[in-house]
């Protein structure tokens, strides 16, 4: 009897060195260029290919430009909310970031290989969501200390806190707000890893349904098939959602650092 090919959900998650790059080092440091690395080139790209399609600034503009134009300013209204007109500054690098987000977490979910390489959800690594929440944080950090100096620390003492209570509300406030880098890279990480982890077990259940005679493929195969399709639109939906929450938390710590009271 042949072994039955077992499906391992964490397999596409894998960092995997391209073009012999295994053995490229500088300084006895290895700088393989991986897959995940690629797919990090190509949504850079696709950013700067949906971009320039807003520079051509045409009296009637085209669906291109009306497409970058709308997310321009669904990111100069999210920002105008949550930060205040201070915000206007912000929307290079909050469009930038939610785009490099959304390009990134759809092109995980194309089924078709591109050459030659099967699309690879590089933020379902928290190497990757890490370095972006780490890079939003360092900003509010720079906003923060240039803007108020070290009235900046006033933030973690809430006004109206009695004095005898100082001390532990500024220790609590200190580490909720050392914590949120950890919390916006993860919540994106785990979301995305999440999902694609179960889309693969239900591939394993279709395909261990259909090797296994018609009673098992009627009550594995054919569920397991139709919850894949559910959880395929689900995934469409968190992709998009997992973007703006990323964004949104970005403006609101950016919010703390401009209007500090």
């Known amino acids: 009897m042949a072994a039955e090919a077992k499906v391992d959900p964490m397999n596409q998650f894998a960092i995997e060195p391209l073009f012999g790059s295994d053995n490229w080092a500088i300084a006895g440091h290895n700088i393989a260029f991986t897959n995940s690395a690629l797919w990090m080139a190509i949504a850079t790209g696709l950013l700067m290919l949906f971009v320039s399609g807003g520079l051509r600034r045409e009296l009637v503009p085209g669906r291109w430009q009306m497409a970058v134009e709308s997310f321009t300013g669904f990111i100069d209204a999210m920002l105008a909310t949550n930060v205040g007109p201070n915000g206007k500054k912000y929307v290079p690098y909050i469009f930038s970031l939610f785009m490099f987000i959304l390009f990134a977490n759809y092109i995980g979910l194309v089924p078709l290989g591109l050459i030659g390489l099967h699309p690879y959800t590089f933020t379902s690594h928290f190497t990757a969501t890490g370095v972006l929440s780490v890079m939003a944080f360092s900003i509010v950090l720079l906003v923060g200390f240039a803007k108020h100096k070290l009235h900046f620390f006033s ?107």
């Open 155 to 261: 933030l973690f003492v809430p006004h109206g806190t009695p004095v005898f209570m100082i001390p532990l509300i500024f220790l609590v406030e200190l580490i909720s707000f050392l914590v949120r880098p950890f919390s916006l890279g993860l919540r994106l990480f785990v979301a995305m890893m999440a999902g694609h982890v179960l889309l693969e077990v239900l591939s394993s259940f279709v395909i261990t349904g259909g090797n296994s005679g018609p009673m098992a493929f009627a009550i594995a195969a054919v569920p397991s098939f139709i919850l894949m399709v559910v959880i395929c639109a689900l995934e469409i939906l968190v992709a998009g959602i997992q973007a703006y929450v990323f964004a949104l938390l970005t403006c609101v710590y950016l919010n703390d650092a401009e209007n500090l009271h």
